[in-house]
């Protein structure tokens, strides 16, 4: 137990361990893409810590990276199985949240500059994704603006899942060079 | 030389757009976790490249709404504002139904007391007349009386989100012990335990004053700050807070950034039957950074162990939290 209590201290001997200590920023990032949360992400980082410090370290495995993913993953699903009911309610938050910032007292969330800030930061968005070629623009719209699946933007612009993936990250890596400062 | 650098750049961009998208579609196999680890770890470069493609598409998540209907009305001028429109309705349902709970409620009840209280573990949603919505964590009492000029919530104990209807004409008041928290709409949080108050705004903003009769100054909290005030005394702080944090007891959850272990005990006390207790001061003030999941008691504890270096000693009706390797070793 003592060992386990400060993993500062002592560095732990599990190999697991180390390697996630090693990659713990590429573990956030893997959990905030795929939850699409900075905040999730942390959480999720140490609940998978939690869940690598309390295993049985005699299990090891020929790829420890890989199950390391593979542990992140089941962490995460888990959680969405674990709190459907919460999650249901945050998300039902985040929508009022979310409403009002796009309705009209925006006036009382947030003091003028923030609000004209994000007024700009929305015509940019905007604009960016006008400029996206149709076929592209399309995809990225049915995905991810009106939240349809890869499978079901397939089938309503009659592509292929494979030529969506394709679109999506293309529109992506567009939009991130036109908006990035 | 340019024109390489330039190449690379892009190429990267590429990459990280393509690992996104890769990441938000679904799970990844061995091979992919293997490499996107790998593509991750070869340079900070690609790491940031990385961080800015998922920026860029949280923001488009967080935004979908705005920017599909903007998008919508450029495309097509007359049709658009149906669409607008439509998209609108939810909100303004509720805000209508908000409002007609308010112009109705006063008219049909005398202003009257109820008095909502939880079990230890018990968490419970509470929806008020005038629309708000109460979360209780475990373990707490408080009172509400909605009149036609005020809204008011006594906090005798424990913690409590308040998500508070919008209505400028009747202030929400929440009381807990000397001081008093002042709100027209918004969410926030407030803590009550063992003499030490702490109140943390999601949204909107708050005012925190002496109740009346009780000394110090008044404070206005805006998102993302906290207030922590110890009963009795004049003094008061303000810090920064990410109120998700706060707020994530909702979740099952408790999330610490450096407060002392006896007021994470406190916390615990309130979730569980069995009493937690710290005889030594020195340990009780022990700053505890870290996320708690809350399911059984005996694995939150063993938990807090990996935080700080404790061990659970039974003693008569409760547990007793020592430093692990003190004195009876």
Redesign the interface.
């Known amino acids: 137990?003592?060992l386990?209590?400060?993993?500062g201290a002592q560095r732990p001997t599990d190999p697991l361990l180390e390697i996630y200590l090693e990659?713990r920023?590429?573990l956030v990032?893997?959990f905030?893409?795929?939850c699409?949360?900075?905040?999730t992400a942390e959480?999720l980082a140490?609940?998978l810590?939690?869940k690598l410090?309390?295993r049985d370290p005699a299990v090891t495995a020929e790829?420890p990276?890989?199950l390391i993913?593979?542990i992140a993953?089941n962490v995460m699903l888990d959680r969405a199985r674990g709190?459907a009911r919460?999650?249901a309610?945050?998300a039902a938050?985040r929508q009022?949240?979310?409403?009002?910032v796009?309705?009209e007292?925006v006036a009382?969330?947030a003091p003028a500059d923030e609000a004209a800030a994000a007024r700009q930061?929305?015509r940019q968005?905007?604009e960016a994704?006008?400029e996206l070629p149709p076929q592209m623009q399309r995809a990225f719209?049915l995905h991810?603006?009106?939240?349809k699946s890869?499978a079901d933007t397939a089938r309503a612009m009659g592509i292929s899942v494979k030529s969506v993936?394709k679109h999506?990250?293309?529109a992506?890596?567009s939009?991130?060079?036109r908006?990035?400062r | 030389m340019i024109r390489s650098w330039r190449y690379d750049d892009d190429a990267r961009r590429a990459d990280a757009a393509a690992w996104v998208a890769r990441l938000e579609a679904g799970d990844l196999g061995d091979a992919e976790a293997t490499a996107f680890d790998a593509w991750l770890s070869a340079s900070p470069a690609n790491a940031s490249a990385f961080d800015t493609a998922l920026a860029v598409s949280h923001d488009y998540s967080a935004a979908a709404l705005p920017v599909a209907r903007e998008l919508a009305r450029r495309r097509a001028p007359s049709a658009s504002s149906a669409v607008g429109r439509r998209a609108f309705v939810g909100v303004g349902a509720m805000a209508a139904a908000a409002a007609l709970a308010v112009v109705i409620a006063p008219e049909l009840t005398v202003a009257r007391t109820d008095t909502y209280e939880t079990a230890k573990g018990e968490h419970r949603t509470v929806r008020l007349a005038d629309g708000s919505v109460l979360d209780l964590n475990g373990g707490a009492r408080l009172t509400v009386t909605l009149g036609r000029g005020s809204r008011e919530v006594t906090l005798d104990q424990g913690q409590a989100v308040f998500d508070v209807a919008h209505d400028a004409r009747r202030p929400f008041v929440v009381a807990a012990g000397d001081r008093t928290v002042r709100v027209v709409g918004t969410q926030f949080d407030v803590r009550r335990l063992d003499g030490k108050l702490s109140v943390t705004v999601a949204r909107g903003a708050v005012e925190v004053r002496p109740t009346d009769g009780a000394e110090g100054r008044s404070y206005r909290l805006r998102p993302g700050q906290r207030l922590e005030h110890r009963e009795g005394q004049t003094t008061t702080t303000v810090a920064a807070a990410d109120p998700a944090e706060v707020l994530a007891w909702r979740a099952g959850r408790l999330v610490y950034r450096g407060q002392p272990l006896s007021e994470v005990v406190a916390d615990l006390n309130q979730q569980f039957e069995t009493p937690i207790r710290i005889e030594d001061p020195a340990l009780a003030a022990t700053p505890i950074s870290g996320v708690l999941v809350l399911d059984d008691q005996a694995a939150v504890i063993r938990r807090l162990a990996l935080l700080v270096p404790v061990s659970a000693v039974r003693s008569g009706p409760g547990v007793v939290l020592r430093r692990d390797g003190a004195s009876d070793r």
């Open positions: 137990m003592s386990l209590a400060d993993p990659r920023e590429n990032r893997f905030a893409a795929r699409g949360s900075r905040a959480d140490q609940e810590y939690l410090a309390t790829n990276v890989a993913y593979r993953t709190e919460s999650l309610r945050d938050w009022v949240a979310h409403a009002s796009a309705g007292d009382e969330e930061r929305l968005l905007v994704v006008a719209r991810k603006l009106d939240g890869h993936e999506i990250s293309a992506l890596r939009l991130t060079a908006l990035e």
